[in-house]
T-cell receptor, first 114, second 114 residues
Framework: AQSVAQPEDQVNVAEGNPLTVKCTYS??????LFWYVQYPNRGLQFLLK??????LVKGSYGFEAEFNKSQTSFHLKKPSALVSDSALYFC????????????FGTGTRLTVIP | EAQVTQNPRYLITVTGKKLTVTCSQN?????MSWYRQDPGLGLRQIYY???????DKGDVPEGYKVSRKEKRNFPLILESPSPNQTSLYFC?????????????FGPGTRLTVL
């Protein structure tokens, strides 16, 4: 069975500092990994994905994520946080075979402090 | 504009009164899915559809029904709503062409069952 863990419910970071939102996963085979962001009163928006190839993937709004197979992690990062990055972030995993459904983590609320 | 729309956006109802939440996408996507979002639980999949007339249960299907008579529409039906179905609901769609594609989400429907 596949699962995703986001160990931090809340992450606070000062504006201009680097940010990291953690995600670990469990899935049979090579995973497809995604990050989504949810702003208040909005649906989820796609940020980036890892399918294969380079372990460092770049996405929207200056975000990037590093796939680490040995640690089964896919942490979201940004070199310099903006107040407008404050939102709820979801990591999701999709198995390479089967019904190909996305399985989401419980979400991490990021607050960037001015 | 490519989008997923949901109606209504907000709904307050009473136990046992049948309701339908509509979902429509204009991107000709094959895959559509319904999720519910609850605090501390993230997004959990209710039902999904791989194409017209092809639907299947997700992780939390009890108390819900769906249909996929047309490619663009995927309504969620609550035959006899109960208070434990009070939640934020999201519809999503995805192209299956080429594989590994991200999902597009609707704006959400906040349902309260009294």
């Amino acid at each position: 069975a596949q699962s995703v863990a986001q160990p931090e419910d809340q992450v606070n970071v000062a504006e201009g500092n680097p940010l990291t939102v953690k995600c670990t996963y469990s899935v049979s085979g090579n995973p497809y990994l995604f990050w989504y962001v949810q702003y208040p009163n909005r649906g989820l928006q796609f940020l980036l994905k890892y399918i294969t190839g380079d372990n460092l993937v770049k996405g929207s709004y200056g975000f990037e994520a590093e796939f680490n197979k040995s640690q089964t992690s896919f942490h979201l990062k940004k070199p310099s946080a903006l107040v407008s990055d404050s939102a709820l972030y979801f990591c999701a995993v999709r198995a390479p075979t089967g019904a190909n459904n996305l399985f989401f983590g419980t979400g991490t609320r990021l607050t960037v402090i001015p | 504009e490519a989008q997923v729309t949901q109606n209504p956006r907000y709904l307050i109802t009473v136990t046992g009164k049948k309701l339908t939440v509509t979902c429509s996408q204009n991107m000709n996507h094959e895959y559509m899915s319904w999720y519910r979002q609850d605090p501390g639980l993230g997004l959990r999949q209710i039902y999904y559809s791989m194409n017209v007339e092809v639907t299947d249960k997700g992780d939390v299907p009890e108390g819900y029904k769906v249909s996929r008579k047309e490619k663009r529409n995927f309504p969620l039906i609550l035959e006899s709503p109960s208070p434990n179905q009070t939640s934020l609901y999201f519809c999503a769609s995805r192209s299956e062409a080429g594989g590994h594609n991200e999902q597009f989400f609707g704006p959400g429907t906040r349902l309260t069952v009294l």
